[in-house]
């Protein structure tokens, strides 16, 4: 299964680099356990948060996740929706690759995923929700003082680009990105706890061409740096905030 998950970088994802599977991990691939580990994300943060000039420790965790979550949710994404494999993706299983500022780069995976146990909707991306996602934003918001709902907008705005973007994917079949549209419609998991990756973007009409036709139903509090203002598709309430606050400022 090794060459079947090689064959998914085309078409959308072709330029991406595909996890390495290997059963013994890399020598500088970082248990992605080691997230969970308070003292290790104020290195982390220490080291990621120098190109930012040490701003807003919030905001550079913001900023971090962001890049974490992209990776994961377009390899988990692709794997699961296109093969029907469940990948090794939960944080006692996966190992990262980073960049010399602490960015994840890479997966490494100890082998090449499973078949899914479950094909429901609200079922199939359990190990990415619950063995990963949710105790990392837990960690993350604990250590920064951040709300989980940033990361969690974060972690949902890719979720939603990607399950759209492989329905252009050519081994794609016609309703690829269903289940994943099903999950961000649902209000609530299975076990009755809120989804929280429940609509986590919308599309609107433009009131002027520069406008964003897509907008995050929350900010992801990039702002919080002062060189870097406000992303491409921020909320127009939080622009409007932000905005108000400079004047009277």
Request: with cysteine; glycine share 8%.
């Amino acid at each position: 299964m090794t060459q079947a998950l090689s064959t998914l970088y085309i078409g959308p994802l072709e330029g991406l680099t595909p996890p390495r599977v290997a059963p013994t991990p890399g020598p500088d691939a970082l248990p992605a356990g080691m997230l969970l580990d308070p003292a290790y994300l104020d290195t982390l943060f220490a080291r990621f948060g120098a190109q930012y000039g040490h701003g807003d420790r919030r905001a550079v965790a913001s900023l971090w996740s962001k890049w974490h979550f992209s990776g994961l949710a377009v390899h988990g994404l692709a794997a699961n929706l296109l093969l029907e494999r469940d990948l090794p993706l939960g944080l006692d299983d996966l190992h990262l690759v980073q960049s010399a500022e602490g960015q994840t780069t890479g997966l490494e995976l100890h082998h090449a995923g499973r078949p899914l146990a479950e094909l429901g909707a609200l079922t199939r991306f359990a190990t990415l929700l619950d063995d990963h996602l949710t105790p990392l934003v837990e960690a993350l918001a604990t250590a920064t003082g951040a709300s989980t709902k940033v990361f969690w907008s974060n972690a949902g705005n890719y979720f939603e680009h990607f399950a759209g973007a492989l329905a252009d994917h050519p081994m794609a079949a016609p309703d690829v990105s269903e289940p994943a549209q099903a999950l961000m419609e649902s209000r609530t998991l299975p076990d009755g706890r809120r989804n929280p990756l429940y609509r986590p973007v919308r599309y609107v009409t433009p009131d002027a061409p520069e406008a964003p036709a897509r907008i995050r139903r929350l900010c992801c509090i990039r702002y919080l740096i002062d060189e870097l203002g406000y992303c491409a598709n921020c909320p127009l309430e939080c622009r409007r905030a932000g905005k108000a606050a400079k004047e009277a400022g």
